[in-house]
């Protein structure tokens, strides 16, 4: 056992802070504390995203800062993780110019942390250990989560719909679910353990089971998740539309404790640009879905990832985009100006679209989304929401916030003593992003 001290930074989505997650309660089990910054930190871990250019450079960027505190510190381990480290090219750019890093390793072996920082002790050279998709899912983990009562919980790796614009196919390999039975597991000692919420996290949850002898369904493991004494909301991320079946709108509906909101990435409304991203669906079928999901659930809240200026994206296209703004009526999005991400087809697309007009169109978007949003939220004023109790409120720390089941934020007086509990917020006033209430009983 040792007694060091480890600090983990963290870029990306949420499947890279469960994997920094798991890197924490591995260090702990071999008798790391976390340090409180980097200066007294004797192992530093850099879990990487590959997703955009810029999360890129800031990762090079901040690996270059650490030659400074590994001159200061000569027992300082520097370990690199993440996406990022999937792809060879940047490999080779670590080993040729960032000779302060002692440690490269993948998305598919952190289980093997352990070995790794024992075999860099005994050589004391450069270990680089990156395995393509093993196919095999790890479980048992140990896990030291951020939050004691809401929690990550992944029910899947991997993806198989090689959309053009991505590259998470190529750093986190093929789809692979894992056993409910292993997931209705971990979903009881959480609830044992005092969580409330639970985010089920695979890149397209709806494809859950495809792999398994069982075929359980995604609709079916929600189903005996929400049995699960003392779990009173259920949340799970990212679907795919060409998957997302009626079987899963009912389970949704029927189930209680799973959350009514959707995420559901629609990108692009031009079918031309669909086909070209391919994302096997068109806007018409994304319309129909909208109508679906509201029909069965009128209480839903739905949010969506939007692409703006993808190669070959006319105006024409573009207005496509803005008409299913405008139809579906999103509570939020996350909007993206296209960047290209070498390594994926798009990347070698003809027709990229300047940055002037990606921006205008951008800007277009932000106007047509914004007032939508606002009006969904002008809806929840006079009426009293669940809200689970996160936090003091970043802008002001006289307010804390939390989220309702639809996973809007809300703002409200509170105390201390009220992180992690369910409380019922009447709504007073709202935003285009947040609302506001009270407590009351
Ligand atoms: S569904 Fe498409 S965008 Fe999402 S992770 Fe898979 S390839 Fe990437």
Redesign the pocket.
Known sequence: MTNKRYLIETWGCQMNEHDSEKISGILRSLGYKEAENRNNADLIIFNTCLVRENAELKVYGNIGELKRLKRKNKDLTVAICGCMMQKKEVRDVIREKYKQVDIIFGTHNIHKLPELLENYRQSDNMLIDVWEDSGEIIEQIPTKRKYDYKAFLNIMYG?N???TY?I??YTRGREKSRNPEEILKEVNRLAKEGFKEITLLG??VNSYGKTLNSKMTFAELLRKINEVDGIKRIRFM?S?PKDLSDELIYAIRDCENICKHIHLPFQAGSNKILKLMNRKYTKEQYLDLMYKIRQEIPEIAITTDIIVGFPNETEKDFEETLDVVRKSRFDSAFTFLYSVREGTPAAKMENQIPDKVKHERFQKLLDTLHPISYENNKRTIGKTFDVLVEGVSKNDDTMYTGRTGTNKLVHFKANEEFIGKIVNVKINSVKTWSLQGEIVD
């Open positions: 993806c719909n090689f959309c991505c998470v196919p890149q397209n990212t795919h």
